[in-house]
Nanobody
Framework: QVQLVESGGGLVQAGGSLRLSCAAS????????MGWFRQAPGKEREIVAG????????YYADSVKGRFTISRDNAKNTVYLQMNRLKPEDTAVYYC?????????????????WGQGTQVNVSS
């Protein structure tokens, strides 16, 4: 089992920044590719960003490219999502997820473990 705990959500004005963190415990963190997903009310869960298990490859949804940055510190068992130039449409519950394997993929069903989520609200 892998336990994932997100933190760093909150309320921010449009144009502002937030940094989400996801702390992992349990199994060997570096065996898992990691992803950040989000789900807004009435919408399906969607991938925001993903990172390979050693951090050499990243993936971003088109809607966040150039604004968000995913990174990981395997020594700290933590994955981060730096979110800049936030927009009201970024408002959602953000989840981190882990999948056993090398690369992150966009399909949420490919992930084995999920955190409980952290709320991000962006006001206009």
């Amino acid at each position: 089992q892998v336990q994932l705990v997100e933190s760093g959500g909150g309320l921010v004005q449009a144009g502002g920044s937030l940094r989400l963190s996801c702390a992992a415990s349990g199994r060997t963190f570096s065996n898992y590719a990691m992803g950040w997903f989000r789900q807004a009310p009435g919408k399906e869960r969607e991938i925001v960003a993903g990172i390979s298990r050693v951090g050499g490859s990243t993936y971003y949804a088109d809607s966040v490219k150039g604004r968000f940055t995913i990174s990981r510190d395997n020594a700290k068992n933590t994955v981060y999502l730096q979110m800049n130039r936030l927009k009201p449409e970024d408002t959602a519950v953000y989840y981190c997820a882990g999948r056993f394997g090398i690369a992150a993929v966009p399909d949420s069903q490919s992930y084995d473990y999920w955190g409980q989520g952290t709320q991000v609200n962006v006001s206009s």
